[in-house]
């Protein structure tokens, strides 16, 4: 049986991998990036509805983690870190645009094709009136979502990640499921 220090990287956890890239194991970084690369991804891409935004603020918040991974305190906290570094990132970013409304659905991937053409048309159909509802949504209250519902973070882990307190995070998440669920209604 392997132990820790001859053990694979990715049968690492992310703590054991964080503290390695700390002291300057690129290898360990590597296998971080690996890990959460396509969550960050999905994340920027949802808030952002532009792939190629998406794209650069995964690459930002990659870089810009690499280059402070030695202010991170708690190497188990590398998760959370990543997740509060693109949540503020897309933040800026959507708070830099002129106008939020404009939204193109064809700029974020498609769903995988159906075969059966009126399934793929409907599903489209519903992405695109989920991908402009979404976008109708404060910043803050679709992070928060995003986080929660797409992502699976507990009330606790997302008010650290955006900086508010918990009560806050339910009120932007309950805001954000109403608003939701009335443009949503005619696809039920």
Request: net charge negative; glycine share 6%.
């Amino acid at each position: 049986m392997a132990d820790a220090a001859t053990a694979p990287e990715e049968a690492l956890d992310d703590a054991t991998l964080a503290g390695r890239a700390r002291d300057g194991d690129i290898g360990a970084y590597e296998q971080l990036v690996l890990r959460y690369q396509g969550r960050m991804f999905r994340l920027a891409s949802t808030m952002l509805a532009d792939r190629a935004e998406a794209e650069d603020v995964t690459q930002e918040v990659f870089l810009t983690a690499w280059r402070r991974i030695t202010q991170l305190r708690d190497d188990g906290a590398f998760a959370g870190w990543l997740y509060r570094m693109t949540t503020n990132r897309c933040l800026n970013v959507l708070r830099a645009r002129p106008d939020h409304a404009d939204v193109d659905p064809d700029s974020t991937e498609s769903p995988q094709r159906s075969t059966q053409p009126e399934h793929a048309a409907q599903v489209n159909g519903q992405l695109a009136a989920l991908t402009t509802a979404l976008q109708r949504l404060t910043p803050e209250q679709r992070a928060c979502w995003l986080l929660r519902e797409v992502h699976g973070q507990s009330y606790e882990e997302i008010a650290e990640i955006v900086g508010a307190n918990t009560t806050a995070v339910r009120g932007r998440i309950a805001r954000a499921r109403v608003q939701l669920a009335e443009v949503m209604q005619p696809w039920r």
